[in-house]
Every structure is written in C-alpha cells, then in structure tokens.
C-alpha cells in the first residue's frame, strides 16, 4: 500500500512539474528536439523570449534538421514561432510568426481516416508543407502564460534575404509578395539554375505586375530560365500564358494536394480560353519524390491549343505574403516542339527515352520529322513492375526491342477526345507501327469530369495517368505500364481491365478468382466483356440477376470454370498448333482434346477461306474472339464477345444442372486464309 501511495504522489509530482514547465523547459525535455534546443540556447535573446511569453512552437525535429541544406539560426527559428499559442486542431488557415516582417505560414487540415482520441489525430495537418506529427504539448511561461509545443517533420524554411544587411534594403522584401520575389530574385537566392529573369522580363513587357501583387492566397508558377526558348518567349508567353501560371484563392503546397485528378482554375480561365492547373507527386525509379504541375486547356483559342503541359517543380514550397510560388523547369500551356522533346525534357520517362536512343536510332528520327504521331510512354514507374530479366533478354534481339518500342507508337495524333467519341465501338483498336500489332482502348467514365482511359498492347493493359501532352507534331500519354511485356497476373488482368469489370465481379464470389492471384500456376482464360454480360441480362435476366445477387455462388463457378483450362497456357497459335495434329473428324474439321477445369472438353478448329477471325462454339452459343493472347506472368486471357451459358446453368434448387450431356464441347473456329491454304496442301 505504501508504495502504491508512493508512486501516485510521484506521478503527481511529475505532473506538476510538467505543467509548470515553461516552453524552453519543455523543448529541452523533447529528445527529438535536441538540435533545435542547441539553436536556441545560442541566441540569448530568444531564450529569454520563450522562457517569458506567449508562444507556439511548431519545431521540425533532429530528422528534418540533419537532412535541411540551409541555414540553422535563430532567424530559422523564429519562422517556426507565433505568438498565439493554438492547439493543432484549432489553429486557423494563416499565423503570423515571429521572423521580422511578420511572414505568415499557412495551414492546411485534411482527414487523417483514423478516430481522433486527444483531439487531433482524425486530422493530417500542415504548416506550410511540413507534417505535425506530434502535438499539443502545452507550457506556462514565466508570466504565467499559455505556450504550446507542436513537432513537424520537416524545416519550414522562410522566404527571406539572405547574405545582405537587412538595414540596407526596403523593409517590404522581408516579407515579400510574388512580385517582390520576381523582381529581387537574387535576394532569395534565385539564381544560376533557379534563375528566373527570362520569364520576369516577359512580365515587365506586357506590364503584368498586378497578376503578381493580388492579395490573399494564391499559388504562383514561375519557370526557369532554362525552361524558356529565348527566340519564341516574345511571341508565345502572352498575357493569357502568364495567367495560366497562376492559381487564385488556393494556397497549393506540394505535400498538401494529395489528388492529382483534383484540378484548379487559373487565371486563364474566361468564355474562351479555359485553362486548369493540377499537381501531381510522381515517385522516381530510386524512389525519390518528384513533383509535377500540369496546365490542362479544355477550351482554346487561335493562340493556344487544347491539351496538356507538363512542367517539373525544381524548387517547391517558397512561402510569400501573398500565397506559394513553385519554380518550374518550363512554361505551362506551350506546345512542345516535337513528340521527342517531350521525352527528353519530362524525368519522369526518362527510362523509357534512354530505351529509344540507345536501341532504335530510327525512331528517333521519326519522332522529330514525322507530321502526326501519339506516343504512349511508359513512366519510370512502370519499369518498377516489370521482369528486368525480360527485358534485359528483349534488349539483346535489335528486332525485338525495336518491335516492342513501335508498339507504343500510333502514325497519328490520337487525344483522349476522340477516344471518348469513339468510346462505344466495339472493340476500339488503333494500329501501331509494330507491324501487325495494334492497341486497344476502353474507358470507364463512371466520373464524367475525370474518365478513366486505359490502353492494352500485346497483352498488357494500362491507364493513362497523364494524357494529352501535346506537342507540335502530336501528342504523349503518360501510362503506368511498359506495354508488351507482362508484368500483371491473370487476377490483376482481370481487376484492371475496364471491359472485363463484370466478369471480375462475378468472379470475386466465395473468392472464387484468388487462385488468379498464384504466379505458380498457369490458366488459358476466355473472359467476356461486360458488353457480352450486358447481352445476359437482356435475353437471361432472370439468370443474369440470380447470378450476380451474390447468392448462386456454385452456379457462378460452374460458368466461369467452363471458360478455364487450369494448368496451361494455351496462345490462339498454340491453339491452332494443337489442332493441327490431331484427328480429322470431319470436311476440313480439325479436333483435339483439352484438359478443361471441369472434366475433358474438345477443342475444335473449323476452317475456311474466311479472312483471319477466332471463335469458341459451345452448345450454339458461338463467341468470336475479339481480343486474343493478353498474356499474363501467370497465364494468358482471350477476350471473347460472348458467355458460353443457357438459362438452365442457373436453378433455384441449387444443385448444377448440367449444360450438355456427356462432356461439355467447347469448340473454337479459326478463319483464316493462311491455315486453309496449308490444309488444302
């Protein structure tokens, strides 16, 4: 009992003290803290501050301060300080800090998705674009008022000059606007490669200082010297151009815009002309944050086309009075001058372009002469997700590197525009200049202001994360997949595929498609489309609904193992090989035996001096093969037009009613001219 009583008077104690810790005391008790309170203690002055008034801390901890390039003074500290000492959940959008000139931070509150238990934790919050990832610890200054301690992850680093006597310049560029900041870049530290006097000599000559100077909470884009064709900058970067850089009433930090697809109005946003900008965090193959902004021109003019631009952010997050600027390393709205210049100057697919000129010189040349091109580039990432090995074997064979670079390339300027136009056409496909392969499009527009478009090449399917990067010569379409070489399971083929929805649904019953997920297993799969279900549930729809209500889960499973074969992969050539040498059965029939998920089936090859189509006959229901061999690491996928079932495949009893006597006959016709004329021999 006694050393019960003993601790609790102990713990008491504690928390006395703790509470009438002042806020240095309270940093020094913070082992994180520990650089920042060496700071500190360097500065008398600032010491005697925290230790007698009003303060709130928000202090980056030794983490961020080991790995900031920049200066550690008391003038850093003082940015990190206000006198209102709010606790997190309450602090308002903008506070004033203790720097001189009072620059104010700014705070951004987004939902966290967890429960909050102090009152803070269902939010993320972000001063600037640092994190606070721990908060509200509270002090008593020596005066006996309120302070509070909040820690962030990151250095907020200010907007001030630095290596020039404050006493020798206008008190007005300690705390400067977008304007002040391009007219004294050098103050700041803009210069060499953050130079930024090309694009603030074009402001000056169309006297556009007030886009500049507006006041409140703005984000502002400002490109590179490097950025910028000296030559066309007089006729190009218009007014309309310099209001496509700027963003009006959004304080937008890189940290704090978590959805790309969310899209801000610019400046250049009138009847005519209609201009978004967004942002976007792409990850580089070394797994290093890179940042993107993106102007999207949805209504144009005589002057400006429709389209995107893509522009890197090379120095991000710079505080001003009137918002956050963001350096670029080129103009948005500009058009490219060639397809190639987009790959060459976008890091992002910079694996992708290093394929192109060390394996096929030639293609190079067409994507700087040719008059009408689409590229369909692979993004860093998207090598993430392939078999090096693979790749490494296609590189050796100059045919087949070449083969699998053209496949991304369409002799035409194909923009998501005329996709969606053309979006109800069957089977929508474009060739390539890969020789006899072709692309294949589908688009999920279920988010009318923001569809989803994905494209397949020789098996692989993937989604456009950027479109419409126009250039002069054409258009780039950033995808999340190097298309051709398979880097997907039979399960992700499945679930990514937006054609194919329906057949994945289904498929999820009683985890029915978990075995597609196993990449020690191979399966040959004949999938319909969602149209083809679309068909079900026009001519079946009382089947159609048993089936999908999530009740008739053995039903479900009889249907879809009818359209497997387990423990192979079958291509339609293979196919076709097989045929070839089996039994003839009948006038230019040709018939094999397959080992079918559920018992033995027959395959069959039907063929006549038809031109080249594919087809499954099963019991009359006869599906021609819209989309053959999308192969898979663990299997391959035919995409068929339509589901090989009768209405007596779903009873309400429960029990499988079987669809065919005997063995069930699935029967694939092949025409082609090519297969006759070997037969007739």
């Known amino acids: 009992m006694t050393r019960k009583l003993l601790l609790a008077v102990g713990l008491l104690?504690?928390?006395?003290?703790?509470?009438?810790?002042?806020?240095?005391?309270?940093?020094?008790?913070?082992?994180?803290?520990?650089?920042?309170?060496?700071?500190?203690?360097?500065?008398?002055?600032?010491?005697?501050?925290?230790?007698?008034?009003?303060?709130?801390?928000?202090?980056?901890?030794?983490?961020?301060?080991?790995?900031?390039?920049?200066?550690?003074?008391?003038?850093?500290?003082?940015?990190?300080?206000?006198?209102?000492?709010?606790?997190?959940?309450?602090?308002?959008?903008?506070?004033?800090?203790?720097?001189?000139?009072?620059?104010r931070v700014y705070i951004s509150k987004l939902p966290s998705g967890r429960p909050s238990t102090t009152g803070w934790e269902h939010l993320h919050v972000y001063i600037n674009d640092a994190k606070v990832i721990d908060a509200n610890h509270e002090a008593i200054s020596s005066r006996g008022m309120k302070q509070m301690l909040h820690i962030v992850d990151r250095v907020i680093t200010p907007t001030v000059p630095r290596g020039i006597d404050f006493s020798q310049i206008d008190s007005i560029y300690l705390n400067p606007d977008a304007q002040k900041l391009i007219e004294k870049p050098r103050y700041y530290g803009l210069e060499g490669s953050l130079s930024i006097s090309e694009f603030e000599g074009r402001v000056n000559a169309l006297n556009l200082h007030d886009v500049y100077n507006i006041s409140g909470k703005n984000t502002?884009?400002?490109?590179?010297?490097?950025?910028?064709?000296?030559?066309?900058?007089?006729?190009?970067?218009?007014?309309?151009?310099?209001?496509?850089?700027?963003?009006?009433?959004?304080?937008?930090?890189?940290?704090?815009?978590?959805?790309?697809?969310?899209?801000?109005?610019?400046?250049?946003?009138?009847?005519?002309?209609?201009?978004?900008?967004?942002?976007?965090?792409?990850?580089?193959?070394?797994?290093?944050?890179?940042?993107?902004?993106?102007?999207?021109?949805?209504?144009?003019?005589?002057?400006?086309?429709?389209?995107?631009?893509?522009?890197?952010?090379?120095?991000?997050?710079?505080?001003?009075?009137?918002?956050?600027?963001?350096?670029?390393?080129?103009?948005?709205?500009?058009?490219?001058?060639?397809?190639?210049?987009?790959?060459?100057?976008?890091?992002?697919?910079?694996?992708f372009y290093d394929l192109i000129r060390n394996h096929d010189s030639g293609l190079i040349n067409v994507m700087t002469v040719a008059k009408s091109l689409t590229i369909f580039a692979p993004s860093n990432e998207a090598f993430k997700k392939v078999n090096n090995r693979q790749l490494e074997q296609i590189q050796l064979n100059t045919e087949n590197i070449s083969r699998l670079l053209r496949l991304h390339v369409v002799e035409r300027i194909l923009t998501t525009d005329e996709l969606m136009d053309r979006n109800r056409e069957p089977n929508l496909q474009v060739p390539t200049l890969s020789k006899g392969q072709s692309l294949y499009f589908a688009i999920n527009s279920m988010d009318p202001k923001s569809p989803v478009v994905t494209v397949e090449g020789a098996g692989v399917t993937g989604t456009l994360t950027t479109a419409n990067v126009i250039a002069r010569n054409g258009a780039v379409h950033i995808v999340d997949r190097l298309l051709g070489i398979p880097s997907q399971t039979v399960y992700e083929k499945l679930a990514t595929d937006p054609i194919l929805?329906?057949?994945?649904?289904?498929?999820?019953?009683?985890?029915?498609?978990?075995?597609?997920?196993?990449?020690?297993?191979?399966?040959?799969?004949?999938?319909p489309t969602n149209d083809a279900w679309a068909e079900i549930r026009r001519t079946m729809p009382s089947a159609y609904k048993k089936l999908f209500m999530g009740s008739f889960a053995y039903h479900v499973r009889?249907?879809?193992?009818?359209?497997?074969?387990?423990?192979?992969?079958?291509?339609?050539e293979e196919l076709l090989s097989l045929t070839t040498n089996a039994t003839v059965s009948g006038k230019n029939i040709l018939q094999g035996r397959l080992n079918m998920t559920r018992g033995k089936v027959y395959f069959q090859a039907r063929v006549t001096q038809s031109f080249g189509e594919y087809y499954t006959d099963w019991n009359g229901v006869r599906a021609k093969v819209i989309r053959p061999d999308l192969k898979c690491v663990n299997g391959v996928v035919h995409v068929i037009?339509?589901?090989?079932?009768?209405?007596?495949?779903?009873?309400?009893?429960?029990?499988?009613?079987?669809?065919?006597?005997?063995?069930?006959?699935?029967?694939?016709?092949?025409f082609t001219v090519a297969f006759a004329r070997a037969l007739h021999h």
Do not use: C
């Open 558 to 572: 009889n249907i879809l193992e009818r359209h497997m074969i387990a423990n192979s992969v079958f291509t339609l």
């Open 13 to 103: 104690l504690y928390a006395s003290l703790v509470e009438s810790a002042d806020l240095l005391e309270l940093i020094a008790s913070k082992p994180a803290l520990s650089q920042v309170k060496k700071i500190i203690e360097a500065d008398d002055v600032l010491t005697s501050l925290l230790k007698s008034k009003s303060y709130m801390a928000f202090l980056p901890n030794d983490k961020a301060l080991n790995t900031y390039q920049g200066v550690k003074d008391s003038i850093l500290i003082s940015y990190h300080l206000s006198n209102l000492p709010y606790l997190v959940q309450d602090m308002p959008d903008e506070l004033n800090t203790d720097l001189a000139g009072n620059p």
């Open 501 to 527: 929805s329906a057949t994945f649904n289904l498929s999820q019953q009683e985890g029915w498609n978990e075995k597609l997920k196993n990449r020690d297993e191979q399966f040959t799969l004949f999938v």
């Open 220 to 351: 502002f884009f400002i490109p590179v010297d490097a950025g910028i064709n000296i030559r066309d900058n007089k006729t190009i970067i218009d007014k309309q151009v310099i209001h496509g850089h700027v963003v009006p009433g959004k304080v937008l930090f890189t940290r704090t815009v978590q959805d790309s697809k969310e899209e801000f109005e610019s400046l250049a946003f009138t009847d005519n002309l209609k201009v978004f900008i967004s942002m976007e965090n792409v990850s580089s193959f070394n797994n290093e944050d890179q940042y993107y902004a993106k102007s999207k021109t949805i209504a144009s003019d005589v002057a400006h086309m429709k389209g995107t631009a893509l522009a890197r952010i090379v120095k991000g997050n710079i505080p001003i009075k009137n918002g956050v600027a963001h350096l670029i390393d080129r103009p948005l709205m500009l058009v490219a001058t060639n397809v190639l210049a987009i790959l060459q100057k976008t890091a992002q697919l910079s694996m």
């Open 641 to 670: 037009d339509k589901v090989m079932m009768m209405n007596r495949d779903v009873t309400v009893s429960g029990s499988a009613v079987p669809a065919a006597s005997g063995l069930a006959s699935l029967v694939a016709t092949f």
